[in-house]
């Protein structure tokens, strides 16, 4: 609709359209409001201004009626916007089950994108068309936002956590990307773009880059390298839980409450062992903050999450 006004970028996902009609819902009802507001306002000033000798008008004490109107239709309206508005933005932060993941890590000035199949890119990200994907993100230093104009999203950054975004890209092409944060100096050149592909040329992309390991096997390297397999075995008894299948799944903690297993808890567990007990075990993890880096976190959940089977049956 707006492709080629160039005010507004091009609109490449899944959801740029409706929030395009909401946006443009909103416009159109302030510029209404506006020009009838104003319009009553000159109407009104010149109907009733006052006449040479005309007496003063009687005072008007109120009509229910007329409140009742300027009451219920506003509300209406703004319900309108808020159930509209809510139901996009529930849409917007809800990722498709069968989105594939990708982890991006924002630093002061750049965009580090990681793929599950070992690519790694800066300030460039390449997904396929069509496909739900989903970035889970996360800052190594101070608040950056995530922000990519043609798929109408955008999201913090935050050092310490992760917050995801997802988008279905629509059209091939590049686009822009952007950081919406201030976050320093160098702020406005922490930017690149997102390349949308066809599938296959994906897949030739993928490829592209010889030498570099799957994320979930580099993963298992470090899982050694830090002695995790020490205690989390798949037996009964282990000192540990269990990770296989943990990822996404619904773990039950030792005060009762129950969590679900995603990739923050994971970070969380290795950096704050204490923080989430599994029921049943003991809290003697030692922390692992300060000695893995934000890249070997996401490569150990990574190979968490390939985790599917049991290594060895229990019972
Ligand atoms: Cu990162 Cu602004």
Request: aromatic share 12%; charged share 20%.
């Amino acid at each position: 609709m707006n492709s080629k006004f160039p005010l507004f970028p091009e609109a490449a996902s899944s959801f740029a359209h409706h929030v395009d009609t909401l946006y443009f819902f909103l416009i159109a009802l302030s510029v209404f409001f506006s020009v009838l507001i104003f319009g009553l306002v000159l109407f009104f000033a010149f109907r009733y201004k006052r006449k040479p000798n005309a007496e003063d008008p009687k005072p008007m004490l109120g009509d229910l009626r007329l409140e009742l109107t300027w009451s219920i239709i506003p509300l209406l309206i703004t319900m309108v916007i808020f159930v509209w508005g809510g139901l996009l933005y529930y849409h917007q932060l809800t990722p498709p089950a069968n989105a594939q993941e990708i982890f991006g890590i924002g630093k002061q000035w750049m965009w580090k994108f990681y793929h599950p199949e070992g690519r790694n890119e800066i300030n460039e990200l390449h997904v396929p068309v069509g496909r739900p994907t989903k970035v889970i993100l996360t800052s190594e230093d101070v608040l950056h936002d995530l922000f990519i104009p043609a798929f109408r999203t955008k999201m913090d950054v935050l050092p310490g956590r992760y917050t995801q975004i997802w988008f279905t890209p629509t059209k091939t092409g590049t686009y822009h990307l952007f950081c919406a944060e201030y976050c320093g100096t160098k702020h406005a050149d922490m930017k690149g773009t997102v390349t949308v592909m066809s599938p296959l040329e994906y897949q030739g992309w993928l490829n592209g880059e010889l030498g570099q390991d799957r994320m979930d096997k580099t993963g298992k390297e470090l899982f050694k390298q830090f002695a995790c397999q020490t205690c989390h075995q798949d037996q009964s008894l282990s000192r540990g839980p269990s990770l296989t299948g943990v990822y996404d799944s619904m773990v039950l903690l030792n005060n009762g409450k129950t969590v679900k297993a995603d990739a923050d808890y994971l970070r969380e567990s290795i950096l704050k062992p204490k923080a989430k007990i599994v029921q049943g075990y003991d809290a003697i993890m030692p922390t692992y903050k300060g000695q893995i880096s934000e890249e070997q976190l996401i490569q150990i959940i990574e190979y968490i999450k390939s985790l599917k089977e049991p290594q060895k049956e229990v019972n």
